[in-house]
């Protein structure tokens, strides 16, 4: 089966419980039609680079997907119809990466790099 990565950015008034649901609910759709979700990452509140539909800010969630194109294709539409998310976007990968993806691994060594400075 095919393999995809499923970002999407949710409105930055929401709280973390809502925005797990969000990607609950995102996998809940993946697994009926017969597809995996076989990671979730939530990269956090993050600054977005310009305003979208007047948010400043959004929470960024990660799915690594295997599923067929007809399960993406109704995943798509189901989070195109859901208000709670601003921006989203899939696209498929040859492979999915080991380990945390690059966004988590930027976050780890920022919080490394803050701890030695105010340790110094």
């Known amino acids: ?10 409105r930055q008034d929401l709280s973390q419980s809502q925005v797990d649901a969000l990607a609950a609910t995102a996998t809940e759709i993946v697994e009926t039609h017969e597809g995996k979700v076989l990671k979730t990452e939530t990269w ?11 948010n400043r800010k959004a929470h960024f969630v990660m799915l ?3 599923a067929s194109g007809d399960t993406v294709a109704e995943l798509e539409r189901q989070t195109s119809i859901n208000e ?18 690059v966004m988590m691994r930027k976050t780890d060594r920022d919080r490394s790099r803050r701890r030695e400075r105010e340790g110094n």
């Not at 089966?1 to 949710?10: C, D, G, N, T, W």
């Not at 709670?84 to 993806?101: K, L």
């Open 1 to 10: 089966m095919p393999l995809y990565e499923h970002v999407f950015l949710a």
């Open 44 to 54: 956090g509140l993050k600054n977005l680079a310009y305003k979208i539909k007047r």
């Open 64 to 66: 690594n997907i295997e």
């Open 84 to 101: 709670d998310v601003i921006r989203w976007m899939t696209i498929r990968v040859d492979e999915h990466e080991a380990g945390p993806s």
